[in-house]
C-alpha cells in the first residue's frame, strides 16, 4: 500500500502564530507540504525591528511593537532559545501617573499610603474573581469595582492603568473582563506581578527583554524552510478564499497576488487541502466573503479593534511634562506613627534604593478632561540591551557551541546576531552608567515611545503634537484588539465552534488575549489540530497554556499518546 501524500496546507500570515504553525508542520516533512502567504516582506506581523542612528542614541535598532515578557512566556523563550537567542533581564520599574497621581512599585508613594485600605482590600476581591472566574468574566473591571465598593479613586488611579499598560487594553480598560485582572497577579501561565497588601506591586519583577526581532524572525524562517516542506511567499497578498469545499484540485483555493513587478499576470488560484488563517479577525472575514458561515460573521465580527499610533522620539521635554521620570522624594509617602520598626525600615530602605537606581521602563498618564483614559510610553533606553551594548542575539556567548540540531551551524541570522562588533556600534554615546555601573546613553540621549490609543474614541484627548517634531524618529500606526468583557462572552468561549470546521483554522493572541506567547501557543495549537506534534511535548511550564488553549479555544484534548492521566 503507497503512502499517502504529504498534506497541503495553507497558512496566511507570517506573524508570530503563522511561524509557530509553520515550524511545527516543519518537523513533519513526510507528512506536510506548507505555503506561508504575507502580504510583507519580512516575517515577524507586529515583532519588528527598527534602524535608528547609533552616533545620536547609542544603539543601531529598537525593537518596536513587541519590547518583551514575562519570564512567565515559556512557549516564546523557549522558540527563541531553541533559535539560538536569548532574552535579557531587566528590573520592571513602573511610573505611573504624574505629581499627586504618582504611583509606582520601586518605593511607597503617598498615594500608596491614601489607597492603603482598598490595597489591602484587592487581594481579597481577587480570590473571589478567582473562585468565580467564570462569572466575573463576564463583568467589567468598572462594576467589578462598584461591587466590592472600592473607591473611585483607587481604580481610575491605580487599577485602570495597571491593567491597560500590560494587556495593551488602553482607553477600553474599564470594559474589559475582570478575569483579566485576576490573570494579571494568580495565573501561573501569564502573570506578571505578585499582589502585595502594602504596596499593591510587590518589589520590582523579573521582565525579558526580547533579543533583535527582525534577526530572531529571520532565523526562525530560515530554521522552518531547512526541512524542505515549507515555502515561504512574501510580498504576496490573499485577496480572497475562493472555496473551502471545492470537489478538484483541493477543498482548499485561494486568491492571490504578488506585489513584486515580476509577477506575472495578475491574481492567481492555489489549491490546498487546509487553511489557517494566522491573521486578525476581521482580515480573516473580509478574505472568507460569501466563503463565512453565520457563526463565522457572529463570533468574528465581535472582535472589536481600534487604532493607535506609536511616536518614537527623543524629547525628553514632553517626557518631563507629563511624567514622573526622575526620582522625587517629595513624592514619598509619609512615614506613619503606626507603622512599626520594620516597616519604617522597608520604606527608607525603599526610598533609598530609588534615590540611587529609579530607572521606569514603563509610564502612564492619565487625561485630566477624562481619568479613565490613559496615554502610555517606554524608556527603551531603559528596557533594551542594545543600548547597554547587548549583541543582538542576546546575552550567548560567543564562544557558546552550536544547537545540535544545527548539523551544518546555525541559521544565517543567528549567526549574524552573534557579531561583536554590534556590541561597538554607538558606543561613544554611552557616557552614562545604569545601576550597575554598565556604560548606557545619557538621559538626554534616551529614546522613548509614546503611543496614543483609540484615534475614534480618543483622539480630541491626545497631546500628540506637543512632541516635537525634530526629535520625532518613527511613527507607526497599529491595529489593536480590544479586550472588551464582550470578547470573553461572544469570542473567546465560541472559538471552538468554528475551529476546524470547513477545512479551517484560526490562529491568533486575538482568540483569547493580545500576548505574544498566546499567539505562538494558537500556532502550534492549529498545527496540532492538522496531525504535527506539539514541538515542546514534556515541557511543563510550555505544556501548560498549551493544553489550556486547545480546550479553550479548539475543544479539544491532547491525543491519547501525549497526555498523562484523563484530565491531562
Not at 490573570?183 to 506591586?201: G, I, Q
Not at 486547545?550 to 498523562?564: C, I, V
Amino acid at each position: 500500500m503507497s503512502p499517502s501524500p504529504p498534506k497541503r496546507i495553507c497558512i496566511v500570515g507570517a506573524g508570530a502564530s503563522g511561524m509557530s504553525a509553520a515550524y511545527a508542520f516543519s518537523k513533519h516533512p513526510d507528512k506536510f507540504t506548507v505555503t506561508v502567504f504575507d502580504k510583507q516582506s519580512v516575517a515577524g506581523g507586529m515583532a519588528t525591528s527598527i534602524d535608528i542612528d547609533p552616533s545620536k542614541y547609542g544603539a543601531t535598532y529598537i525593537n518596536d511593537g513587541v519590547q518583551g515578557c514575562s519570564p512567565a512566556f515559556a512557549n516564546t523563550l523557549r522558540m527563541f532559545k531553541t533559535l539560538e537567542f536569548e532574552a535579557t533581564e531587566v528590573g520592571m520599574q513602573i511610573s505611573f501617573g504624574k505629581g499627586e497621581d504618582f504611583w509606582s512599585n520601586v518605593f511607597p508613594s503617598k498615594l500608596v499610603a491614601e489607597y492603603k485600605k482598598d490595597i489591602a482590600k484587592f487581594g481579597r476581591a481577587l480570590s473571589v474573581i478567582k473562585t468565580f472566574e467564570v462569572a466575573f468574566a463576564m463583568i467589567p473591571v468598572h462594576a467589578m469595582l462598584r461591587i466590592f465598593r472600592f473607591s473611585s479613586g483607587f481604580g481610575e488611579r491605580m487599577v485602570y492603568p495597571l491593567v491597560a499598560l500590560f494587556f495593551g487594553t488602553g482607553n477600553q480598560t474599564p470594559y474589559i473582563s475582570s478575569a483579566i485582572l485576576e490573570r494579571v497577579f494568580m495565573d501561573p501561565s501569564m502573570k506578571l506581578f505578585e499582589y502585595n497588601d502594602k504596596s499593591l506591586l510587590a518589589s520590582i519583577p523579573t521582565m525579558l527583554a526580547f533579543p533583535k526581532l527582525h534577526d530572531a524572525y529571520q532565523a526562525w524562517k530560515e530554521d522552518v524552510e531547512s526541512r524542505g516542506n515549507v515555502h515561504f511567499r512574501f510580498n504576496c497578498e490573499v485577496l480572497r478564499v475562493v472555496s473551502r469545499t471545492a470537489k478538484e484540485s483541493g477543498p482548499v483555493q485561494i486568491e492571490f497576488k504578488a506585489s513584486d513587478a515580476d509577477s506575472g499576470n495578475g491574481p492567481q488560484i492555489a489549491a490546498f487541502d487546509e487553511l489557517i488563517l494566522a491573521i486578525d479577525a476581521d482580515s480573516a472575514l473580509k478574505l472568507l466573503g460569501k466563503e463565512a458561515t453565520w457563526k463565522e460573521k457572529r463570533i468574528l465580527g465581535s472582535v472589536k479593534y481600534l487604532y493607535d499610533v506609536t511616536i518614537t522620539h527623543n524629547d525628553l521635554d514632553y517626557m518631563d511634562k507629563y511624567y514622573e521620570i526622575r526620582y522625587n522624594p517629595k513624592l514619598n509617602a509619609p512615614l506613619a506613627s503606626e507603622d512599626d520598626a520594620q516597616q519604617r525600615q522597608e520604606m527608607e530602605e525603599a526610598f533609598d534604593f530609588a534615590s540611587k537606581s529609579f530607572r521606569p521602563l514603563y509610564y502612564t498618564m492619565q487625561y485630566a478632561q477624562d481619568r479613565s483614559k490613559i496615554e502610555m510610553s517606554f524608556d527603551l533606553t531603559h528596557y533594551q540591551p542594545q543600548f547597554r551594548g547587548e549583541q543582538p542575539a542576546g546575552p550567548i556567548p560567543s564562544d557558546d557551541p552550536a544547537n545540535q540540531q544545527y548539523n551544518g551551524g546555525l541559521p544565517d541570522h543567528a549567526q549574524k546576531a552573534r557579531d561583536e562588533t554590534a556590541r561597538k556600534a554607538g558606543e561613544a554615546v554611552r557616557t552614562g552608567q545604569d545601576e550597575k555601573g554598565v556604560s548606557e546613553p545619557p538621559l538626554e540621549k534616551h529614546v522613548f515611545q509614546t503611543i496614543f490609543l483609540d484615534k475614534d474614541g480618543s483622539q480630541d484627548l491626545w497631546t500628540f503634537n506637543e512632541i516635537d517634531k525634530d526629535k520625532r524618529i518613527y511613527e507607526k500606526w497599529w491595529k489593536q484588539q480590544s479586550h472588551r468583557w464582550q470578547h470573553y462572552a461572544t469570542v473567546v468561549p465560541w472559538m471552538m465552534f468554528i475551529n476546524g470546521k470547513q477545512n479551517t483554522h484560526y490562529a491568533g493572541a486575538w482568540s483569547v488575549l493580545n500576548m505574544h506567547e498566546l499567539a505562538v501557543t494558537s500556532g502550534f495549537a492549529a498545527a496540532y489540530r492538522l496531525g504535527a506534534d506539539y514541538p515542546f511535548h514534556g515541557d511543563e511550564d510550555c505544556e501548560r497554556l498549551f493544553r489550556l488553549y486547545l480546550g479553550l479555544s479548539h475543544g479539544t484534548r491532547m491525543r491519547k499518546e501525549d497526555r498523562k492521566g484523563f484530565f491531562a
